[in-house]
């Protein structure tokens, strides 16, 4: 569509839609009506069983390009996204029942279409647009993200955080020396006094950039979040709630339950919600099972000297599992959220999947006998 977009000229108009939508002819001929008043508009929305969908875009308005698959690996709502990008009156209203346009509800099992709107629609257009200057101003949580050549899943990442309902967090990016679009990406987000990058100059580990993190986080807890994972919007809302509730209980470590989804050649495929328990810990560690959100108290961490960069891989595999083995033995408190905020995302790419089959059962003998001695 960008390619579309780029031979336009500033009089015509782009309408887009999909293969099974329909239009009557009335449609097109009310756009003609509307051509005279472009240069004061985004473009039309047609509003559809409750959900916004842009499909006429005026050429000369706003040079907004459409998202790809970097910043948005949900390509079907693609359209959706420009809503994120200007005000409601910078777009005309249009009722479906009125205008003679029909979007397409052809659905196919595997999609999950309403789930999938529901969980994804509030990230791409936010309907809790902060009011005045963000600021990083006496926030609790800070959320970490340690990323090495994953530049094109970490914007999605990105995006999450800074879509939250709640606006007081602060965001901690470390580049463990990535030589791909990393730094370009995450040059664009420095002006957001919420979001700290740090750079690394050369490639030490998961474990080793999660120190990192842990040594500039200034708030009382310590949210990690993959590079290719995501955050619902209420997410820091939530782990404010839940520690208003603690109050003097001194815990030490939040976890919840959490969206599954499964990398596809057209974008993540919903898998549904999987329910961790802390009690069964020791199970999934034998299973390689993880649990995630992970939530800790920053004291707890620097407690326990943070993430171990030794060991049989150096940190760079399984270093969540093995932090929360030392969590358990050290018989941290624990609470769970009560409902899910984070978004797994399984894919070919990840660090853990292309390890051998055989690493997994080695780390595991090297961390028995270590907690053996």
């Avoid at 782990?239 to 001194?250: C, L, M, V």
């Amino acid at each position: 569509m960008n390619k579309i977009r780029s031979y336009l000229s500033n009089q015509e108009i782009l309408v887009v839609c999909q293969s099974g939508d329909t239009f009557l002819p009335d449609f097109f001929l009310w756009i003609e009506t509307k051509c005279h008043s472009k240069n004061s508009y985004r473009g039309i929305i047609v509003i559809h069983e409750e959900r916004n969908i842009p499909v006429v875009f005026f050429c000369n308005s706003h040079d907004i390009p459409f998202s790809e698959w970097n910043r948005l690996p949900f390509q079907h709502y693609v359209r959706e996204d420009q809503l994120r990008y200007s005000d409601d009156k910078h777009w005309i209203y249009w009722n479906a029942e009125e205008c003679g346009y029909t979007p397409s509800t052809r659905e196919f099992p595997w999609e999950k279409r309403e789930v999938v709107e529901r969980l994804i629609l509030p990230i791409i257009q936010p309907n809790h647009h902060y009011k005045g200057h963000p600021t990083n101003e006496n926030p609790i949580v800070t959320i970490g993200i340690a990323t090495y050549q994953m530049g094109h899943m970490l914007m999605w990442a990105v995006q999450s955080v800074k879509n939250q309902t709640n606006p007081h967090w602060h965001l901690l990016v470390y580049d463990d020396g990535s030589t791909d679009s990393t730094t370009n990406i995450l040059q664009n987000e420095v002006h957001d006094p919420r979001i700290t990058v740090l750079r690394g100059k050369e490639n030490k580990g998961k474990a080793y950039a999660l120190n990192q993190i842990l040594n500039h986080t200034c708030t009382p807890w310590l949210m990690e979040l993959d590079a290719d994972d995501w955050l619902s919007p209420h997410a820091v809302q939530s782990i404010y709630e839940a520690t208003d509730a603690i109050g003097e209980d001194h815990i030490q470590f939040i976890y919840g339950n959490y969206y599954l989804w499964e990398q596809g050649k057209r974008g993540p495929r919903y898998r549904g919600i999987q329910s961790p328990k802390w009690d069964q810990l020791e199970r999934f560690i034998q299973s390689g099972t993880v649990i995630c959100p992970r939530v800790y108290s920053t004291d707890a961490l620097f407690q326990i000297g943070g993430w171990d960069e030794g060991g049989l891989y150096k940190g760079r595999l399984y270093e969540d599992l093995e932090l929360l083995y030392r969590l358990k033995m050290k018989d941290v408190s624990v609470i769970l959220l009560p409902s899910p905020i984070y978004h797994r995302r399984l894919h070919s790419l990840s660090i853990t999947h292309q390890a051998k089959k055989n690493a997994y059962p080695k780390w595991l003998i090297d961390l028995k006998s270590k907690s053996s001695t």
